[in-house]
């Protein structure tokens, strides 16, 4: 078991402050993702759990005990990092064993935890092989093998999945999931920039950007209800669609004045004042077709993606960017053809001019 608590931890280059105050406290056995842009500050915040980067204030400690200022051997926490850094005259077996051996222990003792290690992620029969007679999805098993034979308290996972082709990828996370359900009360921190990974293997998601934590919570709490228009537009896979709309009140009812469709009626708009500048969005998967004249957006296809399980189209709709709406099954479109798609306004945010969401599900709405 290990409670780990991060209390207003700062870090800087010279003048660039690349973590600003970071707080959080991650229950034990919990798996938490880290996402965020590149630059935000994850895989530092990531080295310094491990203590492969010094802090320049807070603390950070694990079941009460301040490991701010031990050395990463002292810590109890095992990295796997995106790279397999295996050493390539080593065996597989020589691999796991490296760590053990340098901690001083027993061969009857390292036995033990290689074979329980090697038998949970199914690398017991390539023990005797070194590294490049390995796959890329074998060598990172190995990886988190020679991780899971210290026995850590907490693991740390830096992006380690980004190495490996799309099917590998799928096997390995399915892997890590497996892990996760085989190891309860090992508390694990994962960074990637995977939509995916983050979603399926997370119990809670930590959204960065800039150093700073921008919201925390389950996978599906930011999917639906996302604090801010960077946590819609960063969770999901395609991206949230956004148009800027303006809260209008006219002849005693408040509408949403659209640019690119038809208005959109509201009974009451929280924190949202007649006159000001909003954000409306919608995800890609919530829109449909509709009749011309009646649609949310109304524009024309520029791009169209058919995937079989899915058609996904691109609409030139005089926005800043495209608008996406991903469809199931198979829509043929022709480039340039007109359409109008419709979303169901409880599944529509709106946010204000700064960016903080007003609403998440916008009910009571007639259809749009």
């Known amino acids: 078991m290990a409670h780990l608590r991060i209390d207003k931890l700062r870090k ?178 994962y960074v990637t920039h995977d939509q995916v990974e983050a979603m399926t293997l997370a119990d809670r998601i930590v959204v960065l950007q800039g150093g700073r934590i921008e919201q925390v919570g389950k996978p599906l709490e930011l999917y639906h209800r996302p604090n801010n228009l960077f946590v819609a537009g960063f969770i999901g896979s395609p991206a949230m669609n956004f148009i800027q709309v303006t809260i209008t009140a006219e002849a005693g009812r408040t509408v949403l004045a659209n640019p690119v469709g038809r208005d959109i009626p509201v009974p009451e708009v929280p924190g949202g004042a007649s006159g000001e500048p909003a954000t409306l969005g919608f995800r890609p998967e919530d829109l449909r077709i509709g009749a011309a004249g009646e649609g949310l957006v109304e524009g024309t296809v520029g791009v169209v993606e058919m995937l079989g399980d899915q058609t996904i189209l691109y609409l030139d709709a005089g926005t800043d960017a495209p608008i996406v709406v991903k469809l199931p099954g198979e829509y043929p479109h022709d480039i340039g053809q007109p359409v109008a798609v419709t979303c169901d306004p409880a599944r529509m945010h709106l946010f204000d001019a700064d960016g903080k969401t007003l609403a998440n599900g916008l009910s009571g709405l007639k259809g749009t």
């Open 12 to 189: 800087s280059y010279g003048a660039l402050e690349v973590l600003r105050g970071f707080d959080l406290d991650v229950p034990s056995g919990e798996f938490v993702v880290f996402v965020g842009p590149s630059g935000c500050g994850k895989s530092t915040l990531l080295r310094a759990i491990a203590g492969l980067d010094g802090i320049t204030s807070g603390s950070i400690s694990i079941d009460g005990d301040d490991i701010t200022d031990l050395p990463p051997s002292d810590r109890g926490i095992a990295m796997v990092f995106q790279s397999y850094a295996l050493y390539p005259h080593m065996t597989v077996h020589d691999n796991l064993a490296f760590g053990l051996k340098m901690a001083g222990m027993s061969r009857a003792e390292q036995k033990v935890r290689i074979d329980a290690s090697a038998r949970m992620l199914q690398i017991d029969a390539l023990l005797d092989r070194f590294p490049r007679e390995l796959s890329g999805g074998q060598r990172q098993r190995v990886a988190i093998g020679r991780a899971i034979t210290r026995d850590p308290s907490v693991f740390l996972f830096d992006e380690p999945l980004s190495n490996l082709d799309a099917a590998l990828r799928v096997a390995t996370r399915i892997e890590i999931a497996r892990l996760k359900e085989k190891l309860p009360d090992t508390t694990m921190i």
